[in-house]
């Protein structure tokens, strides 16, 4: 039983980074209908300029608030001068060109940081052997509390920048029906980067919670986590960013009790597979994910 | 002067030019409407002049030239359109739909939250459904949202595209009343294009007859309504 507790919570704490690269994911789809393949990538960079702020003597919440700021505008010069003129183009220029950045942002950090790795990052919440309580008799350290937490926070803020405000409703009014939100006078190009610029501060900010659970930033960072965020942004629906946590939730939970209970030749290594065969059965049987909206349109 | 000038207005789609040298002007608070069969350029206009498309030419609203502003710059100025089909945001509910037509209001939420109340008490029926999605509603229900939606932004010139296209007679003929009212009690001129003639024609002022992107003929709606080799010409019936 405290073995199910326990692999529960540890699912929930990783799986809110999930959700937090997903609901990155959602807000750009939602609104170019574009799924980033560079946005594990983009955080990186983003941690990357974290550590590099830290390690020249800016307070580590300093340095993370600057690293989001640096997420938020590769967001938006990312769209105005690479994703936009692709996108005039067509849509598989985009999905090529997200691609083309994964690897440019990739090879790049490789090449800069990448031997030998030594940018280690502290995480932003208390982290020493005894920074944990106790529930059920299971460890909940604090780190994982706060990254859980953490995500809940973004999560709700996001739902008031969404729902709330006036450019929330000019990005639904473009995702929705961008002709028309032109035709009402929403300048579409600038909530485009606002989206991509929103999208890359919380790459940042996720990217950041997993170096500092792994306790340092490398090249590979967000490719794995990456993978399960898509996996969790298919789950929940792409259009809907509490589809994406809660997509997070189950696919990090899903991930944890595999690694904790299933036969050992699913086993650590091929846990991976867990949140490919989630995204397959999702595509294949609800195609608009849990909480997303199929696309009804009047002829 | 007139409040919409539109002179040697050319626009099309890449390298195909659908309008050639297109004049036409409408008066404040006059009723216009474009009859034209499919193809001869109707959405076009309304598209170039919102700015949408691509366009050169001259365009001046209201004394000033707007043939190089922006599609949100055009809005400010005062122009709204309710594009073909509709164009509603399906997955917003109706009240936010109403929200967003004041996108380009600089008066405040309270202004805006004022007016969609008011616009909620013309019509009644998009009241009941305020909390439904757009996408939910009748095409009728639609239209009268695409229009209120429109009147939002306060403008001093309704663009309608289409309004009765796909819509039953009777819808059609509360269409045009709402259009007929808002002229009337708003003050709002109106250009509408369609290929609905007798409707149009009936609460329209002036007439232009649009073919091939170029205005053919034009005079007041009594006038052209009455003469039988225009209609036979042009409206074919």
Same mark, same amino acid.
């Given at each position: 039983m405290d073995r199910l507790f326990e692999a529960l919570f540890l699912g929930l704490s990783a799986g809110a980074t999930y959700g937090l690269v997903a609901l990155a994911l959602v807000v750009v789809y939602r609104g170019t209908g574009h799924l980033n393949f560079a946005q594990g990538e983009m955080g990186t960079l983003s941690a990357f300029m974290v550590w590099w702020f830290h390690d020249k003597g800016v307070p580590l919440l300093l340095a993370v608030l600057m690293g989001m700021v640096f997420g938020f505008l590769l967001g938006a010069v990312t769209e105005v001068t690479i994703i936009r003129p692709l996108a005039r183009r067509s849509l598989l220029a985009v999905f090529v060109g997200t691609i083309a950045l994964f690897l440019g942002i990739n090879a790049y950090t490789t090449g800069v940081?990448?031997? =030998? =790795?030594?940018e280690v990052l502290d995480s932003l919440f208390p982290n020493d052997p005894d920074d944990f309580v106790r529930v059920f008799g299971t460890v909940w350290r604090y780190k994982d509390i706060g990254t859980l937490a953490v995500t809940l926070v973004i999560t709700a803020l996001l739902f008031v920048l969404f729902q709330k405000t006036r450019f929330g409703l000019a990005m639904r009014g473009v995702a929705s029906n961008t002709d028309s939100a032109r035709l009402v006078g929403i300048p579409t190009g600038r909530i485009l980067a606002g989206s991509w610029a929103i999208a890359g501060a919380l790459g940042a900010l996720a990217a950041v919670l997993v170096a500092g659970n792994q306790g340092q930033v490398t090249p590979t960072l967000m490719v794995t986590v990456f993978t399960y965020a898509t996996a969790a942004a298919v789950l929940g629906g792409l259009d809907s960013p509490g589809g994406a946590v809660i997509g997070g939730l189950l696919i990090g939970v899903g991930e944890a009790l595999a690694a904790e209970f299933a036969p050992g030749w699913i086993g650590q290594d091929m846990k991976l597979g867990v949140a490919l065969l989630a995204i397959f059965v999702v595509l294949l049987f609800k195609p608009s994910g849990l909480f997303g909206t199929a696309k009804v349109e009047r002829v | 002067m007139s409040l919409l000038e539109v002179n040697g207005l050319r626009a099309g789609y890449g390298p195909v030019n659908v309008l050639h040298e297109l004049d036409l002007a409408v008066d404040d608070g006059e009723i216009v409407v474009v009859l034209g069969a499919n193809g001869a350029g109707k959405t076009t206009t309304m598209r170039a002049i919102s700015g949408v498309i691509p366009r050169s030419g001259n365009v001046t609203f209201a004394g000033r030239s707007i043939i190089n502003s922006s599609a949100d710059a055009v809005v400010r100025a005062g122009i709204a359109q309710v594009p073909q089909g509709r164009g509603t945001f399906p997955e917003l509910n109706v009240e936010d739909n109403l929200r967003i037509g004041a996108y380009t209001r600089r008066d405040g939420g309270a202004a805006t939250t004022a007016d969609v109340e008011r616009w909620f008490t013309t019509f009644p029926r998009l009241a009941e459904r305020r909390d439904q999605r757009a996408g939910s509603l009748s095409g009728g229900e639609q239209q009268m949202l695409a229009i209120a939606r429109a009147v939002m932004s306060r403008p001093k010139l309704l663009l309608c595209d289409e309004p009765s296209q796909g819509l039953a007679p009777i819808i059609v003929q509360e269409m045009f009343t709402i259009i007929e009212s808002l002229s009337k009690e708003e003050g709002i001129a109106v250009l509408l294009v369609e290929q609905n003639a007798n409707l149009a024609m009936e609460i329209a002022q002036r007439v232009y007859l649009l073919e091939t992107g170029t205005i053919v003929a034009s005079g007041d709606a009594e006038t052209i309504a009455a003469d039988d080799s225009i209609r036979k010409a042009y409206l074919g019936y």
């Amino acid at each position: 039983m405290d073995r199910l507790f326990e692999a529960l919570f540890l699912g929930l704490s990783a799986g809110a980074t999930y959700g937090l690269v997903a609901l990155a994911l959602v807000v750009v789809y939602r609104g170019t209908g574009h799924l980033n393949f560079a946005q594990g990538e983009m955080g990186t960079l983003s941690a990357f300029m974290v550590w590099w702020f830290h390690d020249k003597g800016v307070p580590l919440l300093l340095a993370v608030l600057m690293g989001m700021v640096f997420g938020f505008l590769l967001g938006a010069v990312t769209e105005v001068t690479i994703i936009r003129p692709l996108a005039r183009r067509s849509l598989l220029a985009v999905f090529v060109g997200t691609i083309a950045l994964f690897l440019g942002i990739n090879a790049y950090t490789t090449g800069v940081w990448g031997a =030998p =790795p030594d940018e280690v990052l502290d995480s932003l919440f208390p982290n020493d052997p005894d920074d944990f309580v106790r529930v059920f008799g299971t460890v909940w350290r604090y780190k994982d509390i706060g990254t859980l937490a953490v995500t809940l926070v973004i999560t709700a803020l996001l739902f008031v920048l969404f729902q709330k405000t006036r450019f929330g409703l000019a990005m639904r009014g473009v995702a929705s029906n961008t002709d028309s939100a032109r035709l009402v006078g929403i300048p579409t190009g600038r909530i485009l980067a606002g989206s991509w610029a929103i999208a890359g501060a919380l790459g940042a900010l996720a990217a950041v919670l997993v170096a500092g659970n792994q306790g340092q930033v490398t090249p590979t960072l967000m490719v794995t986590v990456f993978t399960y965020a898509t996996a969790a942004a298919v789950l929940g629906g792409l259009d809907s960013p509490g589809g994406a946590v809660i997509g997070g939730l189950l696919i990090g939970v899903g991930e944890a009790l595999a690694a904790e209970f299933a036969p050992g030749w699913i086993g650590q290594d091929m846990k991976l597979g867990v949140a490919l065969l989630a995204i397959f059965v999702v595509l294949l049987f609800k195609p608009s994910g849990l909480f997303g909206t199929a696309k009804v349109e009047r002829v | 002067m007139s409040l919409l000038e539109v002179n040697g207005l050319r626009a099309g789609y890449g390298p195909v030019n659908v309008l050639h040298e297109l004049d036409l002007a409408v008066d404040d608070g006059e009723i216009v409407v474009v009859l034209g069969a499919n193809g001869a350029g109707k959405t076009t206009t309304m598209r170039a002049i919102s700015g949408v498309i691509p366009r050169s030419g001259n365009v001046t609203f209201a004394g000033r030239s707007i043939i190089n502003s922006s599609a949100d710059a055009v809005v400010r100025a005062g122009i709204a359109q309710v594009p073909q089909g509709r164009g509603t945001f399906p997955e917003l509910n109706v009240e936010d739909n109403l929200r967003i037509g004041a996108y380009t209001r600089r008066d405040g939420g309270a202004a805006t939250t004022a007016d969609v109340e008011r616009w909620f008490t013309t019509f009644p029926r998009l009241a009941e459904r305020r909390d439904q999605r757009a996408g939910s509603l009748s095409g009728g229900e639609q239209q009268m949202l695409a229009i209120a939606r429109a009147v939002m932004s306060r403008p001093k010139l309704l663009l309608c595209d289409e309004p009765s296209q796909g819509l039953a007679p009777i819808i059609v003929q509360e269409m045009f009343t709402i259009i007929e009212s808002l002229s009337k009690e708003e003050g709002i001129a109106v250009l509408l294009v369609e290929q609905n003639a007798n409707l149009a024609m009936e609460i329209a002022q002036r007439v232009y007859l649009l073919e091939t992107g170029t205005i053919v003929a034009s005079g007041d709606a009594e006038t052209i309504a009455a003469d039988d080799s225009i209609r036979k010409a042009y409206l074919g019936y």
